[in-house]
């Protein structure tokens, strides 16, 4: 099935008015377009649902576009090229040793040993049936 092309606001209202005057009168060509597209969405979205392979975060981004923000979108695209911050940011000096410790990655997972929580008192804990190993 081919995609639709273009993309086209309707609302509930609008087509049950169309379908209502299709009742007692014939339909213009903008009104047929109008059904013509919605038929057309609704097939397209049903043989999507059948795909074996079509996920729910697909049909999300389908239905709404990618709700992604890019660096080229919000900084702009020249700003982005040449890696220069935005206007009105501040700059830090280069030998400013705040911005040396934010851009070194740390390592690890993010989790805490238990040598890390200094305050806290260890507590054994006997279980009937569990054994270390």
């Not at 695209?77 to 851009?103: F, L, R, V, Y």
């Not at 740390?106 to 006997?126: C, W």
């Amino acid at each position: 099935m081919k995609r639709p092309t273009g993309r086209v606001e309707l609302y509930m209202k609008e087509l049950e008015d169309i379908l209502e005057r299709a009742k007692t009168h014939p339909l213009t060509d903008e009104e047929c377009a109008k059904l013509r597209k919605a038929l057309e969405t609704l097939l397209y979205l049903t043989d999507l649902v059948g795909d074996k392979v079509t996920t729910i975060s697909r049909l999300r981004k389908i239905l709404f576009g990618a709700s992604t923000e890019m660096i080229r979108n919000v900084l702009g695209t020249e700003s982005a090229k040449t890696g220069s911050p935005p206007t009105g940011s501040p700059e830090i000096p280069p030998g400013d040793p705040s911005a040396e410790s934010s851009h070194e990655k740390v390592k690890g997972h993010g989790r805490n040993g238990a040598e890390a929580f200094t305050g806290a008192k260890r507590v054994h804990v006997a279980h009937g049936s569990l054994k270390p190993g």
